[in-house]
């Protein structure tokens, strides 16, 4: 299961806070400014209240009410913001304005204002004042006096101071969160440095993992890793060590086995005793073919990369090289009975890298061919230039490989096919030969029938 990216996820937990609290001090802006609004609302309320209140005069029949028409439409004048009035004595019993104005829900000591909010006929915030009037030669009386104005112009203006809130507020979010990304982004780029390194890496590339000016935990984790690396490195050494002194020591013995052997076959009649000199010949056989294998792993070992550093590069004549090699090679496919010959078209050819190993690639190349080609085989090694690159051809017109087989080959231990002395190991060194120097290895079909082994090199 895929894990969710460390930057999502630091950016998730960074801004999620921001937007919760966003959102409270929105809520909270807009609390603010309904309350603002309400006690702008209250204050103008209270004032055309008491204004009214003062045109009440106490009667002797009860109150007179001295309200000119002029004073009802300054108070009706604004369609949106249209102030509803009522006087009633004592409270309930209409006397001037209008009925629809519900009566508060609580009961207040005279002088005391009662703000509520009403929902009939509309939206409405109201406020009711008793008042106690007495007066000589008047009677005593209760007096009610109601203004309400519609909700809307209210919550309009909290709407309108919520949004000069909520803009600067939400513009700062939108710059935090930027300055968080980019913060995020700078802070996880050693991790990045450190991924690029790794991806970049061959599987064979040991060496420390550097990091400049990085922080505190990304050098722990660099730690980490290149002590990984580093006993990965001790581990493969010692494995080496133990693979080139192991061939070294079985050198010896099995070069005296087979001596050894080649003796008693020779001293040993095959017609008088045919069971022993079979058994000899099957012990020649494996010493043979043991003493071929401490050969070719002593080659494997010479391909690890620290091997192939110590050995120092030079610059090597391909033609020179495909000449010598196949000199050498000459008497093992005579007595295959083989027909090996050379064709080079491109005598000027030099590329860079350690002649020794070039020297086993090709050896063991030959070796295939001359080895699964069969008797009456012809093994022809070419040497030309092919545009960029430098192709050393080992081509016979043996039965061939199945093609399934192909990229399998040069797996270590895996052959090809089960006839001749082989041990699987001659295909896998060329390949590590290749990569080593910058090239690759191929198998290809030959025209009509047979096989092509290919190794390319960059040339100087």
């Known amino acids: 299961m895929t894990g969710r990216s460390l930057h999502r996820q630091l950016l998730l ?19 603010l400014a309904s309350r603002h609004a309400d006690e702008l609302v209250d204050a103008s309320l209270l004032q055309a209240a008491r204004a009214l209140a003062r045109q009440v005069k106490p009667t002797a029949s009860g109150v007179f009410v001295d309200l000119p028409p002029s004073a009802q439409d300054i108070l009706a004048a604004d369609p949106e913001d249209r102030a509803m009035y009522s006087v009633s004595s004592p409270p309930g019993q209409l006397r001037l304005g209008d009925a629809r104005i519900p009566p508060p829900p609580r009961s207040a000591p005279p002088g005391e204002p009662v703000f509520y909010d009403a929902a009939e006929p509309e939206p409405l915030r109201a406020v009711a004042l008793d008042l106690h009037l ?15 104005r519609s909700s809307a112009p209210r919550d309009l203006l909290a709407r309108r101071m ?16 930027m ?3 980019a913060g995020i982004r700078r802070g996880l780029q050693p991790l990045a440095e450190l991924q690029q390194q790794m991806e970049g890496r061959r599987a064979d590339a040991l060496d420390p993992v550097q990091l400049q000016a990085a922080p505190p935990e990304v050098r722990a984790l660099a730690g980490a890793v290149n002590e990984l690396l580093g006993q990965v490195q001790q581990n493969l050494d010692t494995q080496r060590r133990f693979i080139s002194d192991a061939a070294h020591q079985l050198r010896t013995p099995l070069a005296g086995l087979k001596s050894q052997t080649e003796l008693a076959l020779a001293a040993v009649d095959a017609a008088a005793d045919p069971v022993l000199h079979q058994r000899l010949a099957r012990v020649h056989e494996s010493a043979v073919r043991s003493a071929r294998l401490v050969s070719q792993l002593l080659a494997l070992a010479r391909t690890e990369p620290d091997a192939v550093a110590a050995q120092g590069w030079a610059p090597v004549d391909c033609a020179r090289l ?14 295959a009975g ?3 010959g050379v064709d080079i078209s491109a005598a000027a050819v030099s590329v860079q890298g350690v002649e020794l190993l070039l020297r086993e690639a090709l050896v063991n190349l030959i070796d295939n061919a001359v080895r699964y080609a069969g008797a009456g085989a012809t093994v022809t090694v070419r040497l030309r230039r092919a545009g960029d690159d430098v192709w050393i051809d080992v081509e016979d017109n043996g039965p061939g490989l199945d093609p399934a087989l192909r990229e399998r080959a040069f797996e270590r231990f895996v052959r090809g096919s089960a006839a001749g002395e082989g041990c699987g190991l001659g295909l896998a060194i060329v390949r590590e030969i290749a990569e080593r120097h910058g090239g690759l290895a191929q198998l290809m079909s030959a025209a009509p029938h047979g096989c092509i082994a290919r190794l390319t090199l960059p040339p100087i």
Request: glycine share 6%; with cysteine; aromatic share 8%.
């Open 338 to 340: 083989c027909d090996l």
């Open 13 to 31: 937990w960074l801004l999620l806070p921001q937007i919760v609290l966003w959102g409270v001090a929105a809520f909270g802006a807009y609390r």
């Open 179 to 181: 300055g968080v990304w």
């Open 134 to 148: 007495s007066a000589p030669g008047a009677m005593d009386s209760t007096l009610r006096v109601q203004i309400a």
């Open 322 to 335: 495909v000449q010598d090699v196949t000199a050498e090679c000459v008497p093992r496919a005579l007595a």
């Open 162 to 177: 919520l949004l000069d809130t909520a803009l600067p507020l939400s513009l700062l979010i939108a710059l935090m969160t």
